[in-house]
């Protein structure tokens, strides 16, 4: 079918649209945007810049997705916004290009962003984010699949959320927090591995007994982070799946991994 446009909405010349798609009174599409197929505008939502959207995704009243970065060091060209399918982002929320030209702000697949959220410039999003209302992300930060951010949680520049962790409400996260943990405090510190997140996830006792290994490890047995990450490569698990995530990200930490609580 083709694309339900309101009468009052503003589509530009040189915008997309895929099949089905439905764009609400006083939307507004700008002339670089692709939306894909079923993919849903409500009144007053609105898509600008060099954004492409999947299928299936949902922009809630006065949500913004593609403007312009609010970095400073910002110097012209085409910069973007691509985002996979079945995302909902719901009233207010923000999500701003990259800087650079020819960069994205990048965000996957059947992630929920609450009301009055934001997604700065050159973010990397993974997919099945669930972020509550008031998140946000400061520039250049990436989060990885299966992750949860509580209401008003904040995140510092160029920090990692590893895969399946959790940052809890109101907190502030200025290092990487590992895949599997739940930070909490201002600044967050690691509190505990996030057992109830993994186990509705599928995760198997033994898999969960891993995971209960690496914690104790990197955060209860008084050991500095060299000390512990070199205990993680020397244990029997180091091949299994668990302890190879926490080491590839551990690898890859540029701010340094959280600390644990004391």
Same mark, same amino acid.
């Given at each position: ?8 909405? *503003?589509?530009? #010349? ?42 299936? +995704? ?51 697949? #059947? ?11 050159? +973010? *990397?999003?993974?997919?099945?984010? $669930? ?11 990436? $989060? ?14 160029? +920090? ?50 891993? $995971?209960?290994?690496?914690?104790? $490890? ?45």
């Amino acid at each position: 079918m083709a694309a339900r446009i309101h009468s009052t909405a *503003v589509v530009e #010349d040189g915008a997309e649209l895929g099949a089905d798609v439905e764009i609400g009174a006083f939307a507004f599409v700008g002339a670089g945007v692709r939306l894909g197929a079923r993919t849903r505008l409500h009144h007053h939502a609105s898509v600008e810049g060099n954004t492409h959207l999947g299928e299936a +995704c949902e922009i809630f009243p006065y949500a913004n997705i593609g403007g312009k970065t609010q970095d400073l060091k910002y110097k012209g060209g085409n910069p973007g916004v691509r985002i996979g399918a079945r995302n909902v982002f719901r009233e207010y929320f923000t999500v701003h290009a990259a800087t650079n030209d020819g960069d994205f702000t990048t965000v996957g697949d #059947d992630n929920t962003f609450l009301a009055y959220g934001h997604i700065a410039h050159d +973010c *990397v999003v993974g997919s099945h984010v $669930v972020a509550s209302n008031g998140m946000m992300l400061a520039g250049h930060v990436t $989060v990885e699949d299966h992750v949860v951010i509580g209401g008003y949680g904040g995140v510092h520049q160029f +920090c990692r959320i590893g895969a399946h962790a959790m940052l809890s409400a109101t907190a502030k996260l200025v290092q990487d927090l590992p895949p599997f943990f739940i930070a909490d405090g201002t600044p967050a510190v690691v509190r505990a591995f996030n057992k109830v997140g993994l186990e509705r996830r599928g995760y198997a006792p033994e898999q969960l007994e891993r $995971v209960k290994q690496i914690y104790r $490890v990197l955060y209860r047995d008084g050991l500095n982070r060299t000390q512990a990450l070199d205990k993680l490569r020397a244990h029997a698990n180091a091949e299994t799946a668990e302890f190879k995530l926490m080491l590839e990200f551990a690898g890859k930490s540029e701010r340094g991994i959280a600390p644990g609580a004391s």
